[in-house]
């Protein structure tokens, strides 16, 4: 069974800086990507940052220049580092990893989620 820990969210003022992790139970190179997402009160769930198998990297509009993933594969983690952080990043942050299979010639997509983790940003 896949799971994804996440880890490191918190409160922290306007203009600081976080790092979130996502620990998977398996390599991550059986992922086709991971990614984090977030979701504030109210709103719909989106695309914070991605990274593919391949190592192509995705970030949302609103985070670009400010936010970084990255990931160890040694430790089957991955990284979200957010700095210059806004009170509009406030949300919680999950992690999600896809997995891509073929079944009867079609590919089909599998989405694992984490729990989430809370950022706070506030002064």
Do not use: H
């Amino acid at each position: 069974q896949v799971q994804l820990v996440e880890s490191g969210g918190g409160l922290v003022q306007p203009g600081g800086s976080l790092r979130l992790s996502c620990v998977a139970s398996e390599i991550i190179f059986s992922f086709n990507a991971m990614g984090w997402y977030r979701q504030a009160p109210g709103q719909e769930r989106e695309l914070v940052a991605e990274v593919t198998r391949g190592g192509i990297t995705n970030y949302g509009d609103s985070v670009k220049d400010r936010f970084t993933i990255s990931r160890d594969n040694a430790k089957n983690t991955v990284y979200l580092q957010m700095n210059s952080l806004k009170p509009e990043d406030t949300g919680v942050y999950y992690c999600k990893g896809l997995k891509r299979t073929v079944q009867l010639m079609t590919f089909v997509n599998t989405d694992y989620w984490g729990k989430g983790t809370l950022v706070t940003v506030s002064s």
